[in-house]
């Protein structure tokens, strides 16, 4: 799923492109990658797909919506089969049609070959043109289809030297599941940024992009797919290759800011304990005099506990989340923003009226909604209102994977804190340091030389190169020194 260049969406909330499930030689597959599908409904909230093999045939579904909208009854007889693989996905905007969603399926000449892909391929476009100009014709706009035409003519003989040829040849982050008529296939991208796990259903081998997939369907975890590593499952196991240099892991730190889920293990680290362990390293760094924390719900829920209890504050949920509005959309207007904000989150009166109330939301990203959740808390009575953010401040935007502003649209790249401050309406303004981040997931200070984690959002330290931004970068100031001359002309 690649960034397009349209408007950012106007609902000030971040968004995961998908997630990704599967399944091997286990009866009715299809049914438990839907079950493993809605437990990663949170990382793509548009579109779902599955695509099922029977031993003879490939049987694929793909629908606009929520995975409990499409995949709930008679998925037996409509995706037969042992083997299946699935994907939610969340498309930037401008890219939310039927065709783009995943499973992609390719019929090859060695057989069928079904692709989930979770991440953003940062050579995309630059592949894509070669690709089209060469005569390859394209049936969607999404990156993932560049691995399957990639595949498709690589020249090697066995299917996984031709995936692999296929990702020696793209760069970004990734997390791909992939079934053929024999083999599951999984692989993560050489720096890890975006999570895969491998886990064990009664024998049988299942991959998924969170640890909460394998618990809903009742499968143990066994280990994470590592960084640059692909795993080839088929009857007679599971066979581990790593066909490219070692490098160091970088995983993206995000995942633990806001968008696995607090019940998820990601490499090794609790979500939960860590986004309280922020919490509580937030309230080191930015302690105020006040009477209560109140998280901005859910997300901010576990750093606020985490606040709370480092500052031996009460603990107090100020602001109740409506959790039946089903599916958020973009407002028209501003009075009609006002209105879905106070329908996703009521103030707590009796709890708000007259305290001085430190508000811990998890991060800060336009702040247009921050604007609202405050003027809501102040109109419930709030004394004092003091934010918090458990995470750094964002001031970069992301390519390989989170749909994300560009920078013109990040407050904290265009105001100074006391700026935002001022914005928001609070009394004071506090961000969680990025070396409070790195002790929070148990890593000690952050390295500058060698980051332990992919960061950029924080630091603009991007951890592979961006070619398709450098090309389009070049391009611009081409057209730039061209329209100079002819003004000067």
């Not at 093999?53 to 042992?82: K, N, Y």
């Not at 929070?440 to 390295?447: I, L, Y």
């Amino acid at each position: 799923m690649t960034r397009q260049s349209t408007p950012w969406r106007d609902d000030d909330v971040l968004r995961l492109e998908c997630g990704v499930f599967g399944v091997f030689d286990t009866p009715g597959a299809a049914q438990i990658t839907a079950l493993g599908l809605h437990a990663l409904q949170h990382r793509g909230e548009e579109a779902c797909g599955i695509a099922a093999f029977d031993g003879q045939g490939f049987h694929t579904e793909r629908h606009m919506g929520h995975v409990a909208d499409h995949f709930s009854d008679d998925l037996g007889e409509r995706l037969p089969g042992r083997f299946a693989i699935g994907h939610t996905r969340y498309s930037t905007a401008g890219g939310s049609v039927l065709r783009n969603v995943q499973p992609m399926f390719a019929d090859l000449g060695a057989g069928g070959v079904a692709l989930a892909h979770n991440g953003n391929l940062t050579n995309f476009l630059t592949l894509r043109e070669r690709l089209v100009s060469e005569g390859h014709i394209f049936q969607s706009t999404s990156d993932s289809e560049v691995i399957l035409q990639l595949i498709a003519i690589s020249r090697k003989t066995r299917f996984v030297d031709r995936f692999i040829d296929a990702l020696s040849q793209i760069e970004g982050g990734y997390a791909l599941v992939g079934l053929t008529n024999k083999k599951l296939i999984g692989a993560r991208d050489p720096l890890g940024i975006r999570p895969l796990v491998l886990g064990d259903l009664n024998g049988k081998p299942v991959l998924a992009s969170e640890t909460r997939a394998l618990n809903m369907v009742g499968a143990k975890f066994v280990r994470d797919i590592e960084h640059g590593e692909v795993v080839v499952i088929s009857r007679e196991g599971v066979e581990s290759i790593r066909p490219f240099p070692a490098a160091k892991a970088r995983p993206c730190v995000f995942e633990y800011v806001y968008f696995a889920m607090p019940d998820s293990v990601v490499n090794g680290r609790s979500v939960y304990d860590v986004r309280k362990r922020m919490g509580q390293r937030l309230a080191e760094e930015s302690l105020v005099d006040a009477d209560i924390v109140v998280p901005v719900p859910d997300s901010g829920v576990p750093a606020a506990l985490g606040f709370a209890q480092q500052a031996k504050l009460p603990f107090e949920m100020g602001i109740i989340r409506n959790h039946h509005l089903g599916r958020t959309f973009i407002q028209p207007n501003q009075d009609a923003r006002e209105l879905s904000v106070r329908m996703k989150h009521s103030p707590n009166r009796a709890v708000l009226a007259g305290k001085r109330v430190i508000l811990v939301d998890d991060s800060i990203v336009r702040g247009t909604t921050t604007v609202k959740v405050v003027k809501m808390v102040r109109e419930a009575g709030a004394k004092e209102v003091h934010l918090r953010s458990a995470s750094p401040a964002i001031r970069f935007p992301d390519f390989y994977g989170i749909d994300m502003p560009d920078r013109e649209h990040l407050i904290a790249a265009q105001m100074s804190v006391p700026e935002m401050a001022k914005r928001f309406g609070v009394d004071s303004l506090g961000f969680l340091s990025v070396d409070g981040l790195y002790w929070a997931m148990d890593s000690g200070p952050r390295d500058p030389a060698c980051p332990q984690f992919t960061d950029h959002y924080f630091t603009g330290d991007y951890p592979t190169r961006l070619l398709d931004r450098e090309i389009a970068e070049g391009r611009n100031e081409q057209v730039e020194r061209q329209l100079s001359f002819l003004v000067d002309a």
